[in-house]
């Protein structure tokens, strides 16, 4: 058994071996099985299983080079603020992420709680499942991760050690190329067109001049707010769900930003799902997003005025313009973040399923030109997104032109 007292890339046996050294529960078990999980970008996965008592636990160990490219050269030590953003969020949304039981430093990684007996949020809503209690439960984790790590909750001084102690450059400067600017530049030929939709991505997106000075202030912005604890990650494919439960995982990009970014990457992986909908003619499906993006952005105003009016400690944010000041502005981002997520999943390296698994060929090439009009409409237009219903009716307005056009 190796000692695991110098940092190395596990495989199953390293991590069976692993968990029996680290975590009590599994010192003495005989019947152990381990499988590699992971199907992100980044890191290693694995789900241990005591055989004799049905315990488990998720090991996830960070590698050194990214899974989607080994031209992402990366520090290990991502997995910490990974694990530190999760304690932090378990202590602010409880029951909203998984327990941490172990962060191992050396080694680059995690155990925690095991939530398998859940399914991927992605996976569901490309099968056309629907979740009742998404949105309330996605709200509460946003407004309290979110308004409750901002200065107008907390101590600035506090606030302040927390953005030192979430510095994540390297996973900033992945989202910095392959959010803000690739999709609209390609400068490193990495982008992935889906071939018929070469001429709409070059008049859409590569030659459209007014996009690329709203991109350029949404990217600077993204650079030099350093709002709140961000998430960093927050699309469907990081969240487990049932029909009860609602859990946040994979905040391996956590760090000081502007809170729109987490909202809008919600409300565009919504967008993907109503589109995947769309093509496959499933009304139901269509009706109940259009009904969760409504829900989403109505309940984050409704409990984050709330938040504010419980949490808030800064003497000046005690005013009720100014909240509704820094709540507009704070809407304003999410549809410009919203625009960027739709963007980059329809044309950069990292895409979804809820799109690239559409058949045939012209039913997916319709839902890209579908959701790159609505994300050329919410970057160029944030001040129009206000309501969860603005959403909606920017689907249904890029709809009548698909078909006008």
Same mark, same amino acid.
């Given at each position: 058994?190796?000692?695991?007292e110098?940092?190395?890339?596990?495989?199953?046996?390293h991590?069976?071996?692993?968990?029996?050294?680290? $975590?009590?529960?599994?010192?003495?078990?005989?019947?152990?099985?381990?499988?590699?999980?992971?199907d992100?970008?980044?890191?290693?996965?694995?789900?241990?299983?005591?055989?004799?008592?049905?315990?488990?636990?998720?090991?996830?160990?960070?590698?050194?080079?990214?899974?989607?490219s @080994?031209e992402?050269?990366?520090? +290990?030590?991502?997995?910490?603020i990974? &694990?530190e953003?999760?304690k932090?969020?378990?202590?602010?949304?409880p029951?909203?992420?998984?327990?941490?039981?172990?962060? @191992?430093? &050396?080694?680059?990684?995690?155990?925690?709680?095991?939530?398998?007996?859940l399914?991927?949020?992605? +996976?569901?809503?490309?099968?056309?499942?629907?979740?009742?209690?998404?949105?309330?439960?996605?709200?509460?984790f946003?407004?309290? &991760?979110?308004?409750?790590?901002?200065?107008?909750?907390?101590?600035?001084?506090?606030?302040?050690?927390?953005?030192? +102690?979430?510095?994540?450059?390297?996973?900033?400067?992945?989202?910095?190329?392959?959010?803000?600017t690739?999709?609209?530049?390609?400068?490193?030929?990495?982008?992935?067109? &889906?071939?018929?939709?070469?001429?709409?991505?070059?008049?859409?997106?590569?030659?459209?001049?007014? #996009?690329?000075?709203?991109?350029?202030?949404?990217?600077?912005?993204?650079?030099?707010?350093?709002?709140?604890?961000?998430?960093?990650? #927050?699309?469907?494919?990081?969240i487990?769900?049932? %029909?009860?439960?609602?859990?946040?995982?994979?905040?391996?990009?956590?760090?000081?930003?502007?809170?729109?970014?987490?909202?809008?990457?919600?409300?565009?992986?919504l967008?993907f799902?109503?589109?995947?909908?769309d093509?496959?003619?499933?009304?139901?499906?269509?009706?109940?997003?259009?009904?969760?993006?409504? @829900?989403?952005?109505?309940?984050?105003?409704?409990?984050?005025?709330?938040?504010?009016?419980?949490?808030?400690?800064?003497?000046?944010?005690?005013?009720?313009?100014?909240?509704?000041?820094?709540?507009?502005? $704070?809407?304003? @981002? +999410?549809?410009g973040?919203?625009?960027?997520e739709?963007?980059?999943?329809?044309v950069?390296?990292?895409?979804?399923?809820d799109?690239?698994?559409?058949?045939?060929?012209?039913?997916?090439?319709?839902?890209?030109?579908?959701?790159?009009?609505?994300? %050329?409409?919410?970057?160029?237009n944030?001040?129009?997104?206000?309501?969860?219903?603005?959403?909606?009716?920017?689907?249904?307005?890029?709809?009548?032109?698909?078909?006008?056009?």
């Open positions: 058994m190796p000692s695991f110098q940092y190395f890339l596990m495989n199953t046996d991590v069976k071996d692993y968990v029996k050294a680290n $975590i009590h529960t599994f010192k003495n078990a005989q019947n152990i099985t381990c499988l590699e999980i992971g992100g970008n980044l890191n290693y996965v694995y789900r241990v299983l005591n055989n004799d008592t049905n315990d488990s636990v998720i090991v996830k160990q960070a590698g050194t080079t990214a899974r989607i @080994d992402f050269i990366l520090s +290990t030590t991502r997995n910490k990974e &694990t953003a999760l932090l969020q378990h202590t602010l949304a029951g909203l992420v998984p327990e941490i039981y172990l962060l @191992d430093e &050396t080694m680059s990684c995690c155990v925690m709680e095991d939530l398998s007996h399914t991927i949020m992605r +996976t569901a809503l490309t099968n056309f499942e629907t979740f009742p209690k998404f949105a309330e439960h996605i709200t509460d946003m407004v309290n &991760t979110l308004l409750r790590t901002s200065d107008v909750v907390l101590n600035h001084k506090d606030k302040k050690e927390l953005v030192r +102690t979430f510095i994540n450059p390297e996973l900033c400067e992945i989202s910095e190329d392959l959010v803000f690739e999709p609209f530049h390609n400068q490193f030929n990495r982008n992935e067109v &889906t071939p018929g939709n070469e001429h709409f991505v070059q008049t859409h997106l590569y030659s459209n001049k007014e #996009l690329h000075l709203e991109v350029a202030k949404l990217k600077f912005h993204f650079m030099n707010n350093s709002q709140s604890l961000l998430h960093g990650d #927050l699309h469907t494919g990081s487990f769900i049932d %029909q009860n439960d609602t859990e946040m995982i994979d905040p391996e990009f956590a760090f000081f930003g502007p809170m729109g970014y987490d909202i809008g990457n919600i409300m565009a992986n967008i799902a109503w589109a995947r909908g093509a496959y003619q499933q009304k139901e499906f269509t009706e109940w997003v259009e009904n969760t993006l409504f @829900d989403v952005l109505d309940l984050f105003d409704t409990k984050f005025n709330k938040a504010w009016d419980e949490h808030a400690t800064e003497v000046v944010a005690k005013n009720s313009d100014f909240k509704q000041h820094y709540l507009q502005n $704070i809407l304003k @981002d +999410t549809a973040m919203a625009g960027l739709l963007a980059r999943r329809i950069g390296l990292a895409k979804v399923k799109i690239t698994t559409i058949e045939p060929i012209e039913n997916r090439l319709k839902a890209e030109r579908l959701c790159l009009r609505v994300a %050329q409409t919410l970057i160029l944030p001040h129009d997104f206000s309501h969860g219903g603005d959403y909606v009716t920017a689907l249904q307005n890029a709809l009548q032109e698909e078909k006008n056009d």
